[in-house]
C-alpha cells in the first residue's frame, strides 16, 4: 500500500511539473511566438494573461470538484484536455486559435497543484502533508529551472512548435498514468462539511482582514514570476543588455531554482524562530532589492556584468521563494481544517486573476505603445550605469511596463508587515 502512495504521488507530481514546464517555456519562447505568429507585444500578453485567467478559474472549480467526482476522471481528463492544448497551439499561425489553445491550456493544468495536494492529502499522513506539499512544489521549479539553466543551448536551436509537441506528448503520459493510478473516489471531509454552502465558506474566508494581506503578498511576489521571469525576463536581457539568447534563457532558468531555494529557506526560518511576520518581511525586501538591480544598473563590463546577472537572478528568485509564507498565514488564520483549502484556492485565484486581468495586460499595454527613440536605440544601453528615463531606448521601453511589477512587490512588502508574528504551537 505503501508503493501506490508514492507512486500516485510521482505521477501527479509529473503532472504538476508539466504544468510549470508549460509556463517556463513560454516565457522562453516569447520571442520567437511574437515573431513566427506575427504578434504584437499585446498580443503575446493576452495569450499569457488569457492562460491565467482560464487557469485561476478552473483551479476553484477543481477545489470543489475534486472531492464531489472522481479524481481519476478529473485529473486525467485535465491531463488529456492539455495535451490538446499544446498540440494545437504548437500547429497553428491564427491568433485566435492560439487564444483558443492557451484557454484549454489553462482548463487542463488548472487542476495540477490543487491535484498533487490533493493527493498528498489522502495517501500520506497529517504530520508528512507539510513536507511532501513544499517538496512538490520545490521539485517542480527545481526542474524547470534547470531546463533552462543546462537546456538552454538547445532550447535555442530548436522551434517552439517541436518543444510543445514533445509537452503534449509527456501530457499524453500523464494521462495514462492517472487514469490508471489514481482511485475512483477518496474524500477527505466529512458529509456535513460537503453539504455546508459554498457560498457561506468563501464568505467567512473573505471577511477576513489578514486573508487579503496574504492575497496581496502572495499576488505581488508570485506576480512578479509570473510577468517578469515567465513573460519578458529572456526577452528584456536580450533587447537591452545584448545577452545572447542561450545565456538569457540560463540567466532566466535561475529565477525558479531561486524559487525552490527560497521557499525551502523561508519554511526552516518560520519552523525555527517562529515569526511569520519577520520571514515575509525579508524576503520581500530581497525580491524588491533584486528586481530593481536587475532592472536599473548595468554593470561596466559585460563578462562581468553577466555574472552579476546571472546572481541577481538567482537571489530575485530567493526572495519570490518567500510568496508561500502567505499559505502559512492562511494556517496561522483559519484552526478549521476542512477551510484552509477553499481558502489557499482563493488567494491562488486571486493572484492568476489580478495577473491575467491587470498586470500582465497593462504591462504589455505600456511596452508596446511606448516610443523608442532609434538614435538611442543602440548605442546608450552600453555607455550608462544607471538608467535614465530622458533617454527613450529599449531599456526605456522595457522599464516603462515593467514598473508595475516593481509597484506590486512594494504592496506585498507592505502586506508583509502586517501579517500574524508569532507561528501557532
Known amino acids: 500500500m505503501r508503493a501506490i502512495n508514492y507512486t500516485r504521488w510521482v505521477i501527479t507530481e509529473l503532472f504538476f511539473t508539466m504544468s510549470v514546464f508549460s509556463a517556463v517555456l513560454f516565457g522562453t519562447y516569447a520571442l520567437s511566438i511574437r515573431l513566427d505568429n506575427h504578434l504584437t507585444n499585446t498580443n503575446l500578453s493576452i495569450l499569457s494573461g488569457v492562460f491565467f485567467v482560464v487557469f485561476a478559474i478552473s483551479q476553484v472549480c477543481a477545489g470543489v470538484l475534486i472531492n464531489k467526482i472522481s479524481p481519476k476522471l478529473l485529473l486525467s481528463s485535465s491531463a488529456f484536455v492539455s495535451a490538446l492544448g499544446a498540440l494545437l497551439f504548437a500547429h497553428t499561425t491564427v491568433f485566435e486559435l492560439l487564444v483558443v489553445a492557451r484557454i484549454m491550456l489553462g482548463l487542463g493544468l488548472g487542476c495540477t ?11 500520506f499522513s497529517d504530520h508528512q502533508f507539510a513536507f511532501f506539499s513544499s517538496l512538490s512544489q520545490s521539485i517542480a521549479n527545481i526542474f524547470a529551472g534547470m531546463l533552462a539553466l543546462f537546456a538552454g543551448k538547445a532550447l535555442s536551436q530548436y522551434s517552439y512548435t517541436y518543444v510543445f509537441d514533445i509537452l503534449a506528448v509527456m ?9 490508471i493510478l489514481l482511485p475512483h473516489k477518496t474524500r477527505t471531509a466529512s458529509d456535513s462539511d460537503l453539504q455546508q454552502p459554498v457560498i457561506s465558506r468563501i464568505w467567512s474566508i473573505l471577511s477576513k482582514r489578514n486573508f487579503w494581506l496574504a492575497s496581496f503578498y502572495f499576488t505581488g511576489l508570485f506576480g512578479s514570476i509570473l510577468t517578469f521571469a515567465d513573460l519578458y525576463n529572456v526577452t528584456y536581457e536580450m533587447k537591452v543588455f545584448g545577452v545572447p539568447h542561450d545565456t538569457a534563457i540560463m540567466m532566466n532558468g535561475l529565477v525558479p531554482i531561486g524559487v525552490a531555494t527560497g521557499g525551502i529557506i523561508a519554511g526552516f526560518l518560520v519552523s525555527r524562530y517562529q515569526n511569520n511576520r519577520l520571514t515575509a518581511i525579508c524576503f520581500s525586501l530581497i525580491t524588491l532589492i533584486f528586481l530593481c538591480l536587475i532592472m536599473y544598473i548595468r554593470w561596466p563590463n559585460r563578462s562581468f556584468g553577466f555574472e552579476m546577472a546571472f546572481l541577481f537572478n538567482f537571489l530575485y528568485g530567493v526572495g519570490c521563494g518567500g510568496a508561500m509564507l502567505a499559505f502559512q498565514e492562511i494556517q496561522l488564520l483559519f484552526k478549521e481544517f476542512s477551510i484552509r483549502p477553499l481558502a489557499n484556492s482563493l488567494v491562488l485565484t486571486f493572484a492568476y486573476l489580478f495577473n491575467g486581468m491587470i498586470i500582465q ?8 505603445e511606448t516610443r523608442v527613440v ?11 550605469w544607471l538608467y535614465d528615463t530622458s533617454i527613450h531606448n529599449e531599456w526605456h521601453k522595457f522599464n516603462s511596463g515593467l514598473l508595475i511589477i516593481v509597484l506590486i512587490i512594494v504592496i506585498s512588502f507592505v502586506s508583509s508587515i502586517f501579517f500574524t508574528k508569532k507561528k501557532s504551537s
Open 113 to 123: 497543484f490543487v491535484g498533487v495536494l490533493y493527493v498528498v492529502q489522502t495517501n
Open 171 to 179: 501530457f499524453i503520459i500523464c494521462t495514462i498514468g492517472l487514469s
Open 361 to 368: 495586460p497593462l504591462t504589455g499595454y505600456i511596452i508596446g
Open 374 to 384: 532609434h538614435y538611442f536605440n543602440q548605442s546608450s544601453p552600453y555607455s550608462r
